[in-house]
């Protein structure tokens, strides 16, 4: 195996993600929402923001502070963090059991035309996670590290932080609703739902 290769997120982020049906699920814009819908299609566990850019971690910890009965995983990119880079020291302060954060760094803004970011300068997002007072992080950048990665974004008592290195290839090509409206609709039903269950089952 290839260790020198760049990852391909086509493939490293459905191998470290799984299933995703157990998760409530906030995606950043751009490459992380399509990478989420090659997953799912248009699943009502899935949010993908539109236009927002920086506001995924900053919803998804709302998400897992209001519903701390739910595992709760934000999707996002290397531009659309460091966009609103001070949301994590926000999880840090917090500490939500069930939050995970998985950002997907090729190194480029792929929403405003393929710009690099800081990312290819020096700066390092999962250092910044961990000086954050986030306890548990890592960087995967060879496919050995992908199943204990994999693992963390469902276990442990805190906050996770995964920063997943990949190259430049382009996120999968895929049909996904772009109506802002009956997105949110359906995954506000989806949360009605789970919490109706969860009732009941007491």
């Known amino acids: 195996m290839d260790t020198d290769r760049p ?54 910890l709302g998400l897992a502070l209001s519903r701390p009965d739910r595992q709760v995983l934000v999707v996002t990119g290397d531009g659309e963090l460091l966009m609103n880079v001070g949301t994590l020291a926000t999880v840090g302060v917090m500490q939500p059991p069930n939050l995970s954060i998985l950002c997907v760094d090729n190194g480029h803004y792929g929403e405003t035309g393929y710009q690099p970011t800081h990312t290819q300068r020096g700066v390092d997002l999962e250092v910044i996670a961990r000086g954050s007072a986030i306890p548990v992080t890592r960087s ?45 609709t359906a995954f506000r039903a989806a949360l009605r739902a789970s919490r109706t269950a969860d009732q009941a089952s007491e």
Request: proline share 8%.
């Open 140 to 184: 995967v950048s060879t496919p050995d590290e992908i199943a204990p990665a994999a693992r963390l974004l469902r276990e442990g008592n805190g906050p996770r932080f995964i920063l997943l290195r990949v190259g430049i290839e382009p996120p999968p090509a895929v049909r996904r609703s772009l109506d802002a409206a009956e997105r949110k």
């Open 7 to 60: 990852l391909d997120r086509r493939t490293a982020v459905p191998a470290l993600v799984g299933d995703p049906s157990d998760l409530l699920v906030v995606c950043g814009l751009a490459g992380a929402a399509k990478d989420m819908a090659h997953l799912t299609g248009d699943g009502d566990n899935v949010y993908a923001l539109a236009g927002a850019m920086g506001g995924a971690t900053a919803m998804g």
